[in-house]
């Protein structure tokens, strides 16, 4: 059974970071790729970073782009969020998810990813 299990929210002051984490267990992964996801309240949940756990290939949103930088740790199984520059914005339940490798890493929508955690709350203060 996958399971994956986010942890490292928090709250912070704006302009502040946060390391978020996402163990992950039950299969192998190397022909997967990981996404982190966000919703705030009464917004549909967002693509926020991925990355090819084969090769450590990224793509980011926008959003993020510059400030957040998604890695993994192969040993642990871990895949992690470091989010720096933090801004009001980005508050949200912060998702991590799982989907099979594809030729693009363009990979943007929530159908495409097939398991899920159960989040981790992300509060930035002004």
């Known amino acids: 059974q996958v399971q994956l299990v986010e942890s490292g929210g928090g709250l912070v002051q704006a302009g502040g970071s946060l390391r978020l984490s996402c163990a992950a267990s039950g299969r192998s992964f190397s022909r997967y790729v990981m996404g982190w996801f966000r919703q705030a309240p009464g917004k549909e949940r967002e693509f926020v970073a991925s990355?090819?756990?084969?090769?450590?290939?990224?793509y980011y949103a926008d959003s993020v782009k510059g400030r957040f930088t998604i890695s993994r740790d192969n040993a642990k199984n871990t895949v992690y969020l470091q989010m720096n520059s933090l801004e009001p914005e980005d508050t949200a339940v912060y998702y991590c998810?799982?989907?099979?490798?594809?030729?693009?890493?363009?990979?943007?929508?929530?159908?495409?990813?097939?398991?899920w955690g159960q989040g981790t709350q992300v509060i930035v203060s002004s």
């Open positions: 990355i090819r756990w084969s090769d450590g290939s990224t």
């Open positions: 998810a799982s989907r099979p490798v594809s030729f693009s890493m363009v990979v943007v929508a929530t159908t495409s990813y097939k398991d």
